[in-house]
């Protein structure tokens, strides 16, 4: 079954009260769009992908969520690479890094850690600080 359209299709389904369109294909999927895809979605969205996901975008991505937002890794690592800067910010509340073994911040060039109050370090056994100079000014 091959439909040929040279000119707009649209379909509506459910028009004078509620419509479902559900689809079952036993075999591949493919789509090229040459311009825009625009989608209002008034509720939830759930795919389960039995296998992996790639995804290239030539140019900028945006992801804006209203409430929490996840992102995890359930049996592997989380990479996350930027050729530049790589910046995050809470505008109230905690940014917080936990390890679950070693917690490894390293710097090419100067670390500078600047607190806008107080540094309170803890450490259960010991606190090392090693350096040709340490300047406690």
Do not use: P, W
Not at 24 to 37: L, R, S, T, W
């Amino acid at each position: 079954c091959i439909r040929d359209r040279h000119k707009s299709e649209q379909v509506k389904i459910g028009a004078t009260g509620g419509g479902n369109l559900e689809e079952e294909i036993i075999g591949n999927h493919a789509y090229n769009i040459k311009d825009n895809v625009k989608a209002t979605i008034g509720g939830f969205v759930d795919t389960i992908i039995d296998k992996s996901e790639l995804r290239i975008v030539n140019d900028a991505s945006r992801l804006s969520v209203v409430n929490n937002l996840e992102i995890a890794s359930y049996e592997g690592d989380v990479a996350i690479v930027a050729e530049q800067n790589l910046s995050t910010t809470t505008v109230s509340g905690i940014t917080s890094f936990k390890s679950g073994d070693k917690l490894n911040m390293k710097s090419a060039t100067t670390m500078h850690i600047k607190s806008e109050t107080t540094i309170d370090m803890d450490a259960t056994t010991e606190v090392d600080v090693d350096s040709a100079l340490i300047n406690l000014n």
